[in-house]
């Protein structure tokens, strides 16, 4: 049986479950990430970008996509579909922070008529930060003051429509 997350958008004090039951945290330990064409290197003193795509299923904290190690040198993005209505409304990935970061979140939905939020939720669940506009089509962004040894999830939230979407983390 999936458990899905459910939460309503005006729900300020909300958390996000973990997976229940042992028998269904199962963290993706081996995740293959490919570098950009440039060969990995910089270009304008920005970070090398590793792209991966998400892989199912991600919608509990406890099976959550691990995009690895996160640090200021850090530039990522992920490709996901979600429903919006459906089966599979939520995206969840897995942060390791390994040295104090700003970190700027976005998440751009392919359709125009899709709502995504984006959530940043700690270890235990509890959100800490939210990004939502409310308008369909919109980019979700925003910065978030990550901490050296801090395990974090981002959370893609769909509303209205199935749409893909780009999610980007990069440090600073």
């Not at 290197?41 to 792209?51: F, I, M």
């Not at 892989?55 to 996160?70: C, H, Q, R, T």
Request: glycine letters at 8%; proline letters at 2%; aromatic letters at 6%.
């Amino acid at each position: 049986m999936k458990h899905r997350i459910q939460v309503s958008r005006t729900d300020r004090n909300a958390s996000l479950p973990r997976a229940l039951g042992a028998a269904s945290l199962c963290l993706l330990a081996s995740v293959a990430l490919t570098a950009c064409s440039d060969g990995g290197k910089k270009k304008s003193g920005l970070a090398p970008v590793t792209q991966t795509a998400e892989v199912e299923p991600n919608d509990l904290l406890g099976s959550a996509f691990a995009l690895g190690n996160i640090s200021r040198s850090s530039n990522l993005v992920a490709t996901g579909d979600i429903d919006g209505l459906g089966a599979d409304q939520y995206d969840a990935y897995q942060l390791t922070i390994t040295e104090n970061a700003s970190l700027k979140l976005a998440v751009e939905p392919s359709a125009s008529n899709s709502d995504v939020d984006l959530w940043v939720a700690s270890a235990d669940g509890t959100v800490q930060m939210r990004f939502e506009s409310g308008t369909a089509g919109a980019t979700e962004q925003g910065t978030y003051a990550a901490t050296k040894g801090e395990t974090l999830y981002v959370v893609v939230l769909a509303f209205d429509a199935d749409t893909s979407y780009e999610l980007s983390v990069a440090g600073s």
